[in-house]
């Protein structure tokens, strides 16, 4: 479904993501990506997307490759994405900007969405006036219309208490069940990606470490060292 | 699923009520002159007209996309500038002249939209800017003075009637009032249309957050140069009455002092709905008038710009929406 070959991000003299290589090819997972502050998580997402243009390297989906297609593109692909900061439509209700968007995709089970979402209570409210993590769940459901077979998360649950990261991470992993979408995770909450993730990528200052199960991943020696250490 | 209830259904009325409503409000406004016999203040109400369908196309594009136009003489003096050439430089009938006029000056900003709505806010209002300035430097060289007049203008006449008016019927603010206030509820009417349409729903969601829009499959560029176009298109129509009513078409018109009066109507007035310029229009008309009787024109009008600005920052038409709002509020409480 998705192939990253050699792919490289600079910013300037920084190297964000250097000659990094994934492949995700199943469906209905959640796939966790892990790693520090500065360790290119975000990096890979937005070169992923489009939204920013890598140095060197491949996007692949499907088998095509998109490393140069626009966003808009790419959506129609079947990507989509949430963003680190809570990206939803603040002027308009919920269920406004949701018809909105399912319009335009061709969005026909609204519905599911919104029931799996636990959104139908807040379907007429501002999306301005809703509680921050009924917000991070109107951006994932934004993610999810029009039937994507990939969806990049980009720290799903900053923001929201241990309780609340809980609750999300169990409606994620509904939805890309139910909806047969692999959805590619980066969280900085390790426990709740070892938890409810199928799959995890760790990655160090722009490097790959390992790609693996999160038993595997868990024993991995370079990521004890760099990420969980002693209580790993 | 629960279905989000259309906004006239929530004020309680139908859709048949309120185009009756509307359609009573444009007619009554035709008995106008019949009421205010004063030359004087209907031709003050002619120049509030055109000054707030030109604060219409500025508060408009600013509503749905965020843009100010800090240049609109740019687009309401070319407008009235093309109609000029048209019925000199041309010598065509006024009709064609005026649809000429509408047809071009909606073509232009097309065009200038597919350029400058990709820029961000602040250079996008000075391009306008520069454009209104340019134009103003264009029509005033010596080299087109057959064309437009140079530094004098272009005093117009024309053959043939408009909506069965002649020259000397559309200078009589009586006869005119009836060109303008069609005119204005048009574009009223137009600029509202498209505000409730799923066109002005992407639009305002673009400018709320268009990164989220291109991830939802929206194509963001296109809507934001029909509406630039859409705006052009009303300041045209403004720039056009001024021609009809004056026959004067000045490099006046395209200076930035002219567009500014556009830009504060809009601010004083609001941009939210579409009443909000017109009214601004209306008031900052009356008051150049009262400031301009006390001969501290500049003076008065800055301080009244700043305080209007300052306690009501929705404008003028946010201030009346939210006392609707208020003592609608007192009434649900006291029921």
Known sequence: MLRIEDLSVSYGSVKALDTVNLAVSQKGVLHGVIGPNGAGKSTLMDAITGRCKPTQGRVLMNGIDITSRPIEWRRRMGMSRSFQRTSIFPGITVGQQLEMVATQLGEKNLHSILDTLELNEIYDLMADSIAYGDQRRVDIALALVGQPSLMLLDEPAAGLSTAETVKLFEHLLAVVRQRNVTALVVEHDVEAVFKFCDAITALDLGRLLTTGTPAEVRVHPDVISAYLGSSA | MMKTTPLFSALGFSKIFLSVVILIIVLSGLAIPSLIKSTFYLGLFINAITLGIAALSIGFLAHQCGLIIFGAAGFTGGATYLFGIAVMYFNWDVTSAAVFCLASSTLISLLMGM?????????????????????HSVVKLTAYREVTGADDGLTLNWSGNFFGMTQAEL?????????AWLALCGVMLLAWWVGQSRAGEILRATKANEER????????????????????????????????????????????????????????????????????????????????????????????????VVAFPKGAIGFVQSGIKRLTGRHHASN
Do not use: C, K
């Not at chain 2, 806010?121 to 306008?128: G, I, R, S, V």
């Not at chain 2, 200078?171 to 060109?179: E, K």
């Not at chain 2, 556009?262 to 009443?275: D, F, K, P, R, W």
């Open chain 2, 115 to 135: 350029v400058m709505v990709r820029a961000r806010p602040l250079p996008f209002a000075m391009m306008t800017l520069a454009l209104a300035q340019m134009l």
């Open chain 2, 171 to 179: 200078a009589r603010p009586a006869n005119f009032w009836t060109v």
């Open chain 2, 213 to 308: 829009m291109r991830f939802s499959g929206f194509n963001t560029y296109v809507p934001r140069v029909l509406a630039f176009g859409l705006a052009g298109f009303i300041a045209a129509v403004s720039g056009l009455l001024v021609g009809l009513h004056s026959a004067f078409a000045s490099p006046e018109l395209l200076d930035f002092t002219t567009g500014a009066n556009s830009l504060v109507s809009m601010l004083i007035g609001g941009a939210t709905v579409v009443t909000g310029p017109i009214l601004g229009a209306l008031l900052y008309t009356m008051g150049q008038d009262q400031f301009g009787a006390s001969g501290h024109l500049e003076l008065l009008t800055g301080v009244g710009v700043v305080i209007v």
